[in-house]
């Protein structure tokens, strides 16, 4: 399994970024995917995760409203839309696969993650 994570950069407070997670060497549709992110000196926490089909989504309380998980099947690849985005959310921001098609928050329930890609927000 490989997942490539990629869409950071440096944006100022306020503004958008997308993150897109491409996997390969899985059959995508039986999946769920997860999004966490580190900041330096942080433990990893969870960001959003999605289910198989799209159809469930779960969020942190620190980005609901701001950020939106997605998923396109046809390509074998989860989003990560980040609006109104603030100081506090710079971190590497991890994708990972969960081997079952309902989502978790859990770190631990996920068995394959991506190398990760570095959002700054400046303020």
């Known amino acids: 399994v490989q997942l490539q994570a990629s869409g950071g950069g440096l944006v100022q407070a306020g503004g958008s970024l997308r993150l897109s997670c491409a996997a390969s060497?899985?059959?995508?549709?039986?999946?769920?995917m997860g999004w966490f992110r580190q900041a330096p000196g942080m433990q990893r926490e969870f960001v959003a995760a999605?289910?198989?089909?799209?159809?469930?989504?779960y969020y942190a309380d620190s980005v609901k409203g701001r950020f939106t998980i997605s998923r396109d099947n046809a390509k074998n690849t989860v989003y990560l839309q980040m609006n109104s985005l603030k100081p506090e959310d710079t971190a590497v921001y991890f994708c990972?696969?969960?081997?079952?098609?309902?989502?978790?928050?859990?770190?631990?329930?996920?068995?394959?993650w991506g190398r990760g890609t570095l959002v700054t927000v400046s303020s």
């Open positions: 990972a696969v969960r081997r079952f098609w309902y989502p978790s928050r859990i770190d631990t329930d996920y068995a394959n």
């Open positions: 999605i289910g198989n089909t799209g159809g469930t989504t």
């Open positions: 060497g899985l059959t995508f549709t039986g999946v769920s």
